[in-house]
């Protein structure tokens, strides 16, 4: 005699897959590994932007960096795409359409292809973007033979930061290094100030000769030092500074 069990419908499971946040379906479901609750990853960043604490719970999930207490769960996604018919497919194409508008129009592609190696945003990542969307990515070029585990440094904790020229009338090369098109970028927080440096001499077009220096609150930074370091121990510490981070650039000054 055959089973006749109860069809269970999608809004049954909407406890399980919704975020506790946006109240939509989980993109890219984020969980907190201090206390197990998901989110979508923009949300969860976004909120760990102001506060330490689980937004559900609010169990303090790390006293200076609650964004390395996050892991992304694959196995829950695949889940939800295929409990949520055309889930996938409205996503995918809400990325498309992101990095579509967000692509300055004077960039190649071949410039988004290096930047992105350098575990920098490429052209279209100027213009770090909050919604889920933005945090997919262009793709690989398929011409690198590059796999497809060549994520770029995506799935890192991220952080925004906007960097400014530091102008100086009395400092030789003042026309050489100029204003970016586009200040505002989200990236790995494990980037380097070297890697920094490599960004701007790339996005400035400055002969590899050119050293530049990179400034947080007046102080050069070190090239191995990393941003989320640089914004627990200088920029965090000063109370009346917002978000983004703010690190400034100039023709590197040689005090010898």
Sequence with gaps: MAATGRKHLVKDFN???TCY????YLIKP???????HTFCKSCIVQHFEDSNDCPKCGIQVHETNPLEMLRLDN?????IFKLVPGLREREEQQ??????????????????????????????????????????????????????DEDYHRSDPQ??????????????????VTDLMKRFIRCSSRVTVGTIKKFLSLKLKLPSSYELD???????MGRDHT????????????????YPMVLEYRPRIDFG
């Design 214 to 220: 990179v400034l947080c609150n007046g102080e050069i």
């Design 75 to 79: 196995t829950l996604e695949e889940i």
């Design 21 to 24: 946040l946006c109240r939509g």
């Design 227 to 242: 941003l989320e370091f640089i914004y627990m121990t200088r920029w965090r510490l000063h109370g009346e500074n917002t």
């Design 30 to 36: 984020t969980t907190v590994t201090e206390c197990l």
């Design 15 to 17: 406890h399980f897959i």
């Design 95 to 148: 990325e498309v359409e992101f990095w579509k508008k967000n692509q300055p129009r004077e960039n190649g592609r071949a410039e988004t292809v290096a930047c992105q190696r350098i575990g920098m945003p490429g052209a279209g990542g100027d213009c770090g973007g909050g919604g889920g969307g933005g945090g997919g990515g262009g793709g690989h070029d398929e011409e690198d033979g590059g796999g497809d």
């Design 159 to 176: 952080i925004a930061i906007c960097l400014d020229c530091l102008r100086n009338g009395a400092q030789a090369g003042e026309s050489t």
